[in-house]
């Protein structure tokens, strides 16, 4: 690979590399060396998180794959913080790739010594990496194969082509997204979007597990999301999805939950399409039915054979509550002596997920892994959670 010419000064080096137009064109991997070359740093390296993010994989040879659960990488990764590793001739600096409130993965960066010039050049390298690693996996098969370990079914390929980002948030709010099983996902999907007042999300779980559910899924946020941006409010909102899937899938409907937070006030509304009922958790504590209401009938054509509205219901959120949408897969999980996961037992690990303190995104990986390898990593059903934590700043 050519070096790129310009002037000895690293930021020199980068506006030149950028006003080259050499950064759009480009594969990641070549971005990645273009980039750390122009800020002067000869040994950095990208991984990025598998779809279970059980691993962090290496976006380009030769190099082995890093558990997040137990590696350098992985503190970094599962904490979104600096992890300094020493070695006998060298040092590596562990950094977090985060776009917006999404974790993707690590960058390494290997240096004979810390310096201060050193670590600010090495997070404004992952600081531009990251936005360019969210743009390129929308088109890039090479990026989205490094974060899959196995093949994916069709109805998961379908479903996950539609999805937003697994995490989004402000300062404000988080809002953060699993589905199980990550390769075989038939009818669950989730949604979160953020406008400068409101969170939006919605956790779906169509009938069946096949492809069919899969569209079910599909047309359900897709009327939602259409109806969301044309101003409609929250009961509008199921409404269009009952005659979009009445419409198009008459023999199929959906469960779900849909709902929506002011940023400002907390207020949180929801309606419950025949869903599970979402579960509060305040002060790492779960506070007992707290969100539990008579829920709705199903989405499609149970909603149209009836006369009655839906139910929008309404509860004051407080700073630092999180809230949890699921499908009912999770409690339905078996565990590896047959017996049912139940939702006792979800309750007990919510709890303890939460007691780490540790931020949503990674108590929302650890909770779907503490389901799964209590049920010896073999779901009976789609399995789905989002999760989402309130923190308005304090006066």
Known sequence: ???????????????????????????LATIVALTADAFGLAQARVYLADIQQRQLMPLSAPATALTIDDSPGGWAYRTQKLQVQEGAREITAWLPLIDGAERLGVLAVRTPA????????????????????????????SVVQRTR?????????????????????????????VMEPAYE?????????LTQSTLHAAVVDAMGHDLASGLTATVTLAACRNARRTGSELS?????????????LPDQFATAVLAQLDLATGSLRWINCGHPPPLLLRGQRLVPQAMEREPDVPMGLPALLTDAPRQV????????????????????????D???????????????????????????????????????????DDATILLLEWNPPQP
């Open 1 to 27: 690979m050519a070096a790129v010419e310009g002037p000895d000064d690293p930021d020199a080096r980068l506006c030149t590399l950028l006003a080259s137009g050499q950064v759009a064109a480009q594969d």
């Open 185 to 193: 996902i038939g009818g669950d999907a989730y949604d979160h979007a």
């Open 114 to 141: 810390l310096d201060p010039v050193f670590m600010q050049r090495s997070r404004a390298l992952a600081a531009l990496l990251a936005p360019l690693i969210t743009s390129k996996r929308a088109y890039k098969d």
């Open 236 to 248: 509008e909102l199921a409404t269009a999805v009952d005659r979009a899937l009445f419409t198009w």
């Open 313 to 336: 219901h309404q509860i004051a959120l407080e700073p630092g509550d999180r809230v949890l949408l699921h499908t009912d897969g999770i409690t339905e999980a078996r565990l590896e």
């Open 149 to 177: 370990t196995e093949p994916m079914g069709l109805p998961a390929e379908m479903l996950r082509a539609l999805l937003p980002p697994r995490t989004i948030g402000t300062q404000k709010i988080v809002s953060t997204a």
């Open 338 to 380: 047959g017996e049912e996961f139940g939702a006792h037992r979800f309750a007990e690990a919510v709890i303890h997920a939460a007691s780490t303190g540790e931020p949503a995104p990674e108590t929302l990986r650890r909770l779907i892994h503490s389901i799964l390898d209590a049920s010896g990593n073999q779901l009976r």
